[in-house]
């Protein structure tokens, strides 16, 4: 099934969506120097993306006003190639704690860049660096490994829903 069409990023490309998540609460951020937390990353069919707050449901909705992290994204193939490299086997991708996993598309290009995806619109705001959290959430060497490759925080333009384009991959 072919996937949504990205405007006024990197032209011509198409992001399908293979996986939507949300937690509601924080595992890291507040727990330095102290255990992570346990709140889990729930897979969805369906997120609901509200313009300038977030996606409803998930820790960082309503978090700052205009904040650059109102969603995130993460690409499958550099999941796929962290767990080649890496020789990791039990990693999961919501274990990066981003909102959508996407294929098909450079999430870095977008930094900067408004952009489309099932009707809703975003602008990229920076990439998702990679925190000292990543070794013990995807496994060792992941922290580093994922510099620059992090994936996107954006901001969420207008409101709607983005539904996952592919059945789970198991």
């Given at each position: 099934?072919?996937?949504?069409?990205?405007?006024?990023?990197?032209?011509?490309?198409?992001?399908?969506?293979?996986?939507?998540?949300?937690?509601?609460?924080?595992?890291f951020?507040g727990?330095?120097g102290?255990?992570?937390?346990?709140?889990?990353?729930v897979?969805?069919?369906?997120?609901?993306?509200?313009?300038g707050r977030?996606?409803?449901?998930?820790r960082?909705f309503?978090?700052?006003?205009d904040?650059?992290?109102?969603?995130?994204?993460f690409?499958r193939?550099?999941?796929d190639?962290?767990?080649?490299?890496?020789?990791?086997?039990?990693?999961?991708?919501?274990?990066?704690?981003?909102n959508?996993?996407?294929?098909?598309?450079d999430?870095?290009?977008l930094?900067?860049?408004?952009?489309e995806i099932?009707?809703?619109r975003?602008?990229?705001?920076?990439?998702?660096r990679?925190c000292?959290?990543?070794?013990?959430?995807l496994?060792?060497g992941?922290?580093d490994?994922?510099?620059g490759?992090?994936?996107?925080?954006?901001?969420?333009?207008?409101d709607g829903t983005?539904?996952?384009?592919?059945?789970?991959?198991?």
């Open positions: 099934m072919a996937g949504p069409t990205v405007t006024g990023g990197t032209t011509g490309s198409t992001l399908v969506i293979e996986g939507l998540f949300v937690s509601p609460g924080h595992n951020v727990h330095h102290r255990p992570a937390g346990h709140n889990p990353t897979a969805v069919d369906a997120i609901e993306c509200v313009a977030g996606v409803r449901g998930d960082y309503d978090h700052a006003p904040g650059k992290g109102q969603i995130t994204f690409s193939e550099i999941f190639q962290l767990c080649r490299e890496l020789g990791l086997t039990d990693a999961r991708p919501e274990d990066a704690r981003r959508v996993l996407v294929s098909g598309g999430l870095n290009a930094v900067g860049r408004e952009f099932q009707g809703v975003f602008v990229g705001a920076e990439e998702c990679p000292y959290w990543m070794d013990g959430a496994g060792t992941a922290n490994w994922l510099r490759r992090g994936g996107l925080r954006a901001r969420i333009l207008s983005l539904r996952r384009s592919l059945p789970p991959r198991h």
